[in-house]
C-alpha cells in the first residue's frame, strides 16, 4: 500500500488534541507531501521534524504540521514542546512494537497535521491527550479504521466536541 491515512481525537477542552495522519514510502506520495510541505511554509504555519530530543529525530522521519497559528507563548510551548514530545514518542513507540513494519524505519515517513488550541493551559494534558491521539490515529491508520459497519452506524448521529446537530 501507498499510503495510509488515520485520524485521533482526545481529551475535552482546550487542551483537547486532534491529529490527521499519513504514512508511507518515502517514495511515494507521503514521502511527496513531507517534502512539500517541508519546503513550503507558510505565515503562522512552519512545518517541522519531530525530535525524541535535539539531534534524535523520531523514526521514521515525521513532519508536524501545526493546524493553529501559533500565538503566545504557552500555546508555542504546547506546540513545539508537549505536542512535539508526545507525537515522537507515539511515532518510534509505534516503530518499536510493530505497528509500523521493520522497513519503516528508513524507507517511509510520516506527516501529521496536528491541533493544539490557542486556550491550552495544561502542558502535561495537552501531552497526553497529544500521545494518544497520535497513538489511536496510527493504530487506525495501519488497520484501516474505522470498519465500514462503524461509520454505518455513527452516520445517523453526527457530531464532534464542537457541534451536534439538534434532532
Request: with cysteine.
Amino acid at each position: 500500500m501507498e499510503m495510509y491515512i488515520g485520524e485521533g481525537f482526545e481529551g475535552n477542552g482546550v487542551n483537547a488534541s486532534h491529529i490527521n495522519i499519513m504514512i508511507g514510502p518515502r517514495s511515494g506520495v507521503v514521502g511527496q507531501a513531507f517534502s512539500s510541505s517541508l519546503a513550503s511554509p507558510s505565515q503562522g504555519h512552519c512545518p517541522f521534524m519531530v525530535v525524541i530530543k535535539p539531534n534524535i529525530p523520531a523514526k521514521p522521519m515525521t513532519l508536524y504540521v501545526n493546524k493553529a497559528e501559533i500565538n503566545g507563548e504557552m500555546h508555542a510551548n504546547a506546540t513545539w514542546g508537549a505536542s512535539q514530545a508526545a507525537i515522537a514518542k507515539a511515532v518510534t513507540e509505534a516503530l518499536l512494537e510493530g505497528v509500523l513494519p521493520a522497513e519503516a524505519e528508513n524507507e517511509w515517513c510520516v506527516v501529521t497535521a496536528n491541533w493544539v488550541n490557542p486556550g491550552c493551559n495544561d502542558l502535561d494534558e495537552v501531552y497526553r491527550n497529544n500521545y494518544n491521539a497520535c497513538r489511536n490515529a496510527i493504530r487506525a491508520a495501519m488497520k484501516g479504521l474505522p470498519q465500514r459497519s462503524e461509520i454505518a452506524d455513527a452516520v445517523s448521529q453526527p457530531s464532534n466536541p464542537f457541534y451536534t446537530p439538534k434532532a
